[in-house]
């Protein structure tokens, strides 16, 4: 069965999403045992279930340069294109996301005293806040 175009683009993004941070946490950690992160584990449980080379290719250069924009957006489209040739590259994606989940958890704590505070905490990224 097909997936619709909403959805596939969901999951391709949410998958850039994680694995972003997933890329940037595994470089700091390639300093330490690169073998035996949890960061690293998932991403090679992507690429090995990745069958389209476009996606693999794109993958491996945002390993390379995970801060670039650019191959974020590649990838994100190689995704799209892998996911409309294998549908069931989905339900793959549904899992490995739920996988990742306590991988790329953030947490944000405030500690607040006195009386009339504000407090406001933003996470992810292209956030504007205005007031």
Not at 9 to 28: F, G, R, W
Not at 53 to 70: C, F, H, I, R
Not at 105 to 113: E, K, S
Request: hydrophobic share 40%.
């Amino acid at each position: 069965p097909m997936l619709d175009p909403a959805t596939v683009t969901a999951l391709a993004s949410s998958a850039v999403a994680v694995i972003t941070p997933l890329l940037q946490k595994s470089a700091e950690e390639g300093a330490k045992e690169l073998g035996k992160s949890a960061a690293t584990g998932l991403l090679e449980k992507l690429k090995n279930r990745l069958t389209h080379t476009p996606s693999k290719e794109a993958l491996d250069d945002l390993t390379a340069t995970p801060t670039d924009t650019a191959a974020q957006g590649a990838l994100n489209m190689q995704l799209r294109k892998a996911l409309t040739a294998d549908p069931d590259l989905a339900a793959f994606l549904n899992q490995w996301l739920q996988e990742s989940k306590p991988t790329v958890g953030i947490t944000l704590t405030a500690n607040v005293h006195g009386d009339h505070n504000t407090v406001t905490q933003i996470t992810g990224s292209g956030n504007q806040v205005g007031r």
